[in-house]
């Protein structure tokens, strides 16, 4: 039988009894100091501390005493049924090569975690918020664009009689139950966006610029392609904490709040990204298609939009050069794929 040093304490005062102690044959643990040997019948019953590098270990005993002991190759060979995972990770802390690699492979996994696990779970949660959820955001954010230094239209009443005609016959078939609305609004440049719940926000500006109704028509299916997908909410859930997400999942209203607060900013100064951008010009391509219109419109939509702003700086949210474009990257990769869907 192998035999540790070590020390007894009483799990009272901080007096310490030199002790040797070991497990024999049969299981038992002996204990042996000044006063005589002590046995326990099933050593089992002895919780052994986890094996750190070549730190001190701990053997706590059932009726609350401790041995503490530097012999630890010793106290693994006595436990050996306990010790195969605190091996391991000596062997781990003490072999540099198998450090590093784990080292290595942990920052690995945590990046493909922030990569693909993070957005996996966003858009898990965007797609499990209902719709009434969904409207809400939309008519938060509705109310809050006058801080963001949006104001009433000026557009000719017919004007916006003319386009709201044509908005209505485009949603009048589409699938998703939404309560989709035209709005008009006055602002610093031309944008158009899309807000949760089924509205859909041009400025002034946007609808100067264009020569026909396609144009107009082009950049709608674009923007209906964003709340089909859900891009809004996804793009705001990914960018939120965990926490958050997890909340939102499991149905907490409270938490679902502080996203519903963040989709103002989110919609007016964030950019999509490009996975996002390709699905909705996608989708604007083929319902263009569907009714019988070109998507040439939407290449001639942002060539419109990419003369209007040319040589003005879209990095300053207080210029007017503050742009559709500006938050939609990629103008000439996606004119080519307008072009191309011809």
């Given at each position: 039988m192998n035999w540790a040093q070590g020390y007894l304490y009483d799990g009272v005062s901080s007096a310490q009894l030199?002790?040797?102690f070991g497990v024999d044959a049969p299981g038992r643990l002996l204990i042996e100091h000044a006063e005589g040997v002590e046995i326990i019948a099933d050593a089992r019953s002895a919780r052994v501390g986890s094996r750190v590098a070549n730190t001190r270990r701990t053997i706590w005993l059932v009726d609350g005493r401790q041995i503490q002991s530097d012999d630890n190759d010793?106290?693994?060979?006595?436990?050996?049924?306990?010790?195969?995972?605190?091996a391991l990770v000596h062997l781990l802390e003490n072999n540099w090569r198998i450090a590093l690699t784990s080292v290595a492979a942990s920052l690995i996994a945590a990046v493909m975690l922030i990569w693909y696990g993070v957005p996996w779970a966003a858009d898990q949660a965007a797609y499990a918020v209902p719709m009434s959820w969904e409207q809400e955001a939309g008519h938060q954010t509705l109310m809050s664009l006058a801080g963001l230094g949006f104001s009433e239209s000026a557009l000719p009443a017919q004007r916006q009689d003319e386009l709201q005609a044509l908005f209505q016959r485009f949603v009048a078939d589409l699938p998703e139950a939404r309560d989709y609305r035209l709005e008009f609004r006055d602002w610093i440049?031309?944008?158009?966006?899309?807000?949760?719940?089924?509205?859909v926000v041009f400025t002034d500006q946007i609808i100067e610029l264009f020569d026909n109704d396609d144009q107009f028509l082009a950049v709608l299916a674009h923007e209906v392609g964003h709340l089909e997908h859900r891009h809004v909410l996804r793009t705001v859930m990914r960018g939120a904490s965990?926490?958050?997400?997890?909340?939102?999942?499991?149905?907490?209203?409270?938490?679902?709040?502080?996203v519903i607060i963040a989709?103002?900013?989110?919609?007016?100064?964030?950019?999509?990204?490009?996975?996002?951008?390709?699905?909705?010009d996608a989708y604007a391509f083929a319902e263009l298609k569907r009714r019988g219109k070109s998507p040439r419109a939407f290449a001639e939509a942002l060539r419109k939009l990419d003369a209007a702003t040319e040589g003005t700086d879209?990095?300053?949210?207080?210029?007017?050069g503050w742009s559709y474009l500006s938050s939609h990257p990629d103008t000439a990769e996606r004119i080519r794929a307008a072009e191309r869907a011809l």
């Amino acid at each position: 039988m192998n035999w540790a040093q070590g020390y007894l304490y009483d799990g009272v005062s901080s007096a310490q009894l030199p002790v040797r102690f070991g497990v024999d044959a049969p299981g038992r643990l002996l204990i042996e100091h000044a006063e005589g040997v002590e046995i326990i019948a099933d050593a089992r019953s002895a919780r052994v501390g986890s094996r750190v590098a070549n730190t001190r270990r701990t053997i706590w005993l059932v009726d609350g005493r401790q041995i503490q002991s530097d012999d630890n190759d010793a106290i693994d060979a006595m436990f050996a049924s306990r010790a195969g995972f605190e091996a391991l990770v000596h062997l781990l802390e003490n072999n540099w090569r198998i450090a590093l690699t784990s080292v290595a492979a942990s920052l690995i996994a945590a990046v493909m975690l922030i990569w693909y696990g993070v957005p996996w779970a966003a858009d898990q949660a965007a797609y499990a918020v209902p719709m009434s959820w969904e409207q809400e955001a939309g008519h938060q954010t509705l109310m809050s664009l006058a801080g963001l230094g949006f104001s009433e239209s000026a557009l000719p009443a017919q004007r916006q009689d003319e386009l709201q005609a044509l908005f209505q016959r485009f949603v009048a078939d589409l699938p998703e139950a939404r309560d989709y609305r035209l709005e008009f609004r006055d602002w610093i440049g031309p944008n158009a966006f899309a807000l949760p719940g089924g509205t859909v926000v041009f400025t002034d500006q946007i609808i100067e610029l264009f020569d026909n109704d396609d144009q107009f028509l082009a950049v709608l299916a674009h923007e209906v392609g964003h709340l089909e997908h859900r891009h809004v909410l996804r793009t705001v859930m990914r960018g939120a904490s965990v926490a958050v997400l997890t909340a939102v999942m499991f149905g907490d209203v409270g938490s679902a709040s502080s996203v519903i607060i963040a989709v103002p900013t989110t919609l007016v100064y964030s950019a999509y990204s490009r996975e996002f951008e390709r699905d909705a010009d996608a989708y604007a391509f083929a319902e263009l298609k569907r009714r019988g219109k070109s998507p040439r419109a939407f290449a001639e939509a942002l060539r419109k939009l990419d003369a209007a702003t040319e040589g003005t700086d879209t990095e300053d949210v207080d210029s007017s050069g503050w742009s559709y474009l500006s938050s939609h990257p990629d103008t000439a990769e996606r004119i080519r794929a307008a072009e191309r869907a011809l």
